[in-house]
């Protein structure tokens, strides 16, 4: 079955340290993105890939890294930067959008950040 | 700049009525779109609807239907004979032309009481 699996599903991290949540689509999506969802906050755009080997920022990224090596696979490096890094994080991919057609965006199951 | 406002934190609605959950948006793009996405308490994401701005009929998925009010910029999901099933925070957002970017508001958590 096709579609985007996010592991851990649950991951705990000491202050001060980096860790890297990962994330890989099989549904052939160019586009990749990560999101971030605190409560009441709705989701944040952290970063987000169009194409392999190239990334942008989105409106959160201070704190946070990416690689895009392969297009299956966008993982998120949570730095000891991220000043409040506990918070749910979503990763998502959708085809790139041309002309007028739709692009749907396709969500992992997320992976739980807590900092201990 | 791109905004999502979803004034309505929780709603209610008993089984089997009709509830109406509120968005509306801001943007300077002409070619843009809407989505509602429903996420239970599973946390995973799903997309319930999709409106593309150019269309001027309203989106309709079984239960689920749009009221698309381009100059009012809102963007309203009507959920018809409530199931237990529905219950699950709802998400409002928005993409444009040219971006692959999503813009989310904070989302409305709806509970249907048996």
């Known amino acids: 079955d096709g579609g985007i699996t996010q592991s851990p599903k649950y991951l705990f991290r000491k202050e001060g340290q980096n860790v890297t949540l990962s994330c890989e689509q099989n549904?052939?999506?160019?586009?990749m993105y990560w999101y971030r969802q605190d409560p009441g906050q709705g989701l944040r755009l952290i970063y987000y890939?169009?194409?392999?080997?190239?990334?942008q920022k989105g409106d959160i990224a201070e704190g946070y890294s990416v690689s895009r090596e392969k297009k299956e696979s966008f993982p998120l490096t949570v730095t000891s930067a991220q000043k409040n890094p506990t918070a749910f994080y979503l990763c998502a991919s959708s085809i790139v959008r041309t002309g007028l057609m739709n692009t749907e965006a396709f969500f992992g199951q997320g992976t739980r950040l807590t900092v201990v | 700049a791109q905004t999502v406002t979803q004034s309505q934190p929780e709603m209610s609605v008993q089984e089997a009525e009709t509830v109406t959950l509120s968005c509306t948006y801001d943007t300077s793009e002409s070619d843009y779109y809407l989505f509602w996405y429903k996420q239970p308490p599973s946390r995973q994401m799903i997309l319930v609807i999709r409106?593309?701005?150019?269309?001027?009929q309203n989106a309709t998925e079984n239960r689920f239907s749009v009221n698309f009010q381009k100059a009012a910029k809102s963007f309203s999901l009507k959920i018809s004979d409530s199931q237990l099933g529905d219950a699950a925070m709802y998400f409002c957002?928005?993409?444009?032309?040219?971006?692959?970017?999503?813009?989310f508001g904070k989302g409305t958590k709806l509970t249907v009481n048996p």
């Open positions: 957002a928005l993409g444009w032309g040219g971006s692959e970017k999503l813009v």
């Open positions: 890939s169009q194409i392999v080997n190239d990334f």
């Open positions: 549904l052939n999506h160019d586009a």
């Open positions: 409106q593309e701005a150019y269309k001027q």
